[in-house]
């Protein structure tokens, strides 16, 4: 029996935690060590993922005109942040987008919009735009647009969207401290919505807002009860505007026993370094592929990160290959010609040229 099961076509995740909430708090208080929780995190990994690395590219196709007020969030009523506010991109423009993620090895197109929710207009605009890139790509498409009701996941649902992103952030009981404009209630109503219309459920959180590591473990046990398949891990950048009170001090270390928390508790689910790899991980970046079996590439909402190269050289380094959409991995060979390219490498081409 293959060790790797497939579970690229699952939306729910199936498989119980294996350990209990005092034990998951012993992962992130430093009472097992390190090796201990990657070890066990890595044999979780490697049962459902093998050494597969998926790899995601976020695209912002509505930036700023928000009236939430999310504390972490560069794009909040009153931020002041400066962010370069667009209205939705057009059909053919989101395409041209999702047409370079694909020519980039990404294995999902991630689609990411701000505001509220969309209305029943926006909605069918999305569903329309969701269809041309599942039909003619062949791309797996997620779509992350804030709250949703019944019907319009039904919509979203009969175009082909087979992911839809909405995190619950937090722990139930933290979630005053980062938000006052909507619930955690009602972020747990959408993904009873998105459940109920079968869609894939990604939802992860942010790490780093002045939540315990009880609050921690609390909203890992949270997601699992929601049978999320897809968790970002998300660890605190403090964005110009920001409105999170007391940040908190995260160590590449501690981010590193977060993802093995997260992998533990919910042992099946894809787990996906989000914004933040870069400035909280560190030279830990590598490392934390042992428990994670995702990430994101080229930058984050309103913030720049590594590029594709950069991220499939990591990847590459620690032993383990970049996934593509169909299952399969991306060719060594294809590769290596895209690292050393002549977009990439101009340097190199005129030294050889000369
Ligand atoms: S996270 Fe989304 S809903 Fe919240 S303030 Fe930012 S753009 Fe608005």
Known sequence: MSATLNTAEKIFSEVPSTITKEEALEILDGSLP??????????????????????????????????????????????????????????????????????????????VTSGTGPNRPTTEKLAATIRKITDELGMKVCLSAGLLDGDKAQLLKAAGLDRYNHNLNTSQNHYPEICDTHTYAQRAETLDSVSKAGIGMCSGVIVGMGETLRDLVDVAFELKSFRVISIPVNFFIPVKGHAIKNPSVLTPELCVRILCLFRLVN?????????????????????????????????????KGSDMVETIGMIRDAGFVPELADGGVLPEDSEMEALYSEKNFPELYKFKKS
């Open 34 to 111: 390190l090796t201990t929780c990657l070890d066990k995190a890595f044999q979780e990994r490697n049962r459902y993922y093998g050494n597969k690395v998926r790899i995601h590219i976020l695209d912002n196709i509505k930036n700023g005109h928000c009236p939430e007020d999310c504390g972490y969030c560069a794009q909040r009523k009153n931020a002041n942040s400066g962010v370069q506010e667009y209205p939705m991109k057009s059909e053919t423009e989101i395409y041209e987008d999702a047409v370079k993620a694909k020519e980039n090895g990404a294995y999902r197109f991630c689609m």
């Open 267 to 303: 042992p099946d689910s894809e787990i996906r370094i989000a914004a933040g790899r870069e400035g909280h991980l560190r030279s830990l970046s590598a490392t934390a592929l042992f428990a994670a079996n995702s990430l994101f590439s080229s930058g984050y909402l309103n913030v």
